[in-house]
T-cell receptor, first 113, second 112 residues
Framework: EAQVTQNPRYLITVTGKKLTVTCSQN?????MSWYRQDPGLGLRQIYY???????DKGDVPEGYKVSRKEKRNFPLILESPSPNQTSLYFC????????????FGNGTRLTVT | DAKTTQPPSMDCAEGRAANLPCNHS???????VYWYRQIHSQGPQYIIH???NNETNEMASLIITEDRKSSTLILPHATLRDTAVYYC?????????????FGKGTRLSVIA
């Protein structure tokens, strides 16, 4: 089944403890992206990648890192999480970055205390 | 990307057609109309998109007016599982990486 898989689905952590949220897609998509969703603010893009070894900042990249070493994986790294990064995170992918529909993962709900 | 306007909420009886309107009066010639939905806190789900012609797939139909200033997403036989927030987005092939702006969408409640 074609899908975008995120792990974990839920994560509670403490301020400053490094964490990684994994994202994997099995559709051979070139474009991958991370979003966060907060009440009243909608979906905001954090980082995106147009292909392997090509990444760039979205609207809200501060406090996040990403890597794209292989086409299927696009992990989101929080080196030193803070409470304002408590949010619902979505990974998405599309065949190419211009106008193909995005396919989203089921989300990761992160709480930083 | 052009701005879209959607009603904040709608109700629909189960088994009936749900018609969700979207206004995009400033749409330009190369902009597509996309529809996504988000069920509770799940990831947004792509439904359908179109440029000028009406489109239909296994999930829904998209009717775009001749002047392209508005469109309607039709769920032909709504079920309780179609209760979700529906987002109408316009986007062109020249949008580059400008992020999709989901806006507030229409909260559709399908009632038994």
């Amino acid at each position: 089944e074609a899908q975008v898989t995120q792990n974990p689905r839920y994560l509670i952590t403490v301020t400053g403890k490094k964490l990684t949220v994994t994202c994997s897609q099995n559709m051979n998509h070139e474009y991958m992206s991370w979003y966060r969703q907060d009440p009243g603010l909608g979906l905001r893009q954090i980082y995106y990648s147009m292909n392997v070894e090509v990444t760039d900042k979205g609207d809200v990249p501060e406090g996040y890192k990403v890597s794209r070493k292989e086409k299927r994986n696009f992990p989101l790294i929080l080196e030193s999480p803070s409470p304002n990064q408590t949010s619902l995170y979505f990974c998405a992918s599309s065949l190419e970055f211009i106008s193909s529909p995005l396919h989203f993962g089921n989300g990761t709900r992160l709480t930083v205390t | 990307d052009a701005k879209t306007t959607q009603p904040p909420s709608m109700d629909c009886a189960e088994g009936r057609a749900a018609n969700l309107p979207c206004n995009h009066s400033t749409i330009s010639g190369n902009e597509y109309v996309y529809w996504y939905r988000q069920i509770h806190s799940q990831g947004p789900q792509y439904i359908i998109h179109g440029l000028k012609n009406n489109e239909t797939n296994e999930m829904a139909s998209l009717i775009i007016t001749e002047d392209r200033k508005s469109s309607t997403l039709i769920l032909p036989h709504a079920t309780l599982r179609d209760t979700a927030v529906y987002y109408c987005i316009v986007r062109s092939s020249n949008s580059g990486n400008t992020p999709l702006v989901f806006g507030k969408g229409t909260r559709l409640s399908v009632i038994a």
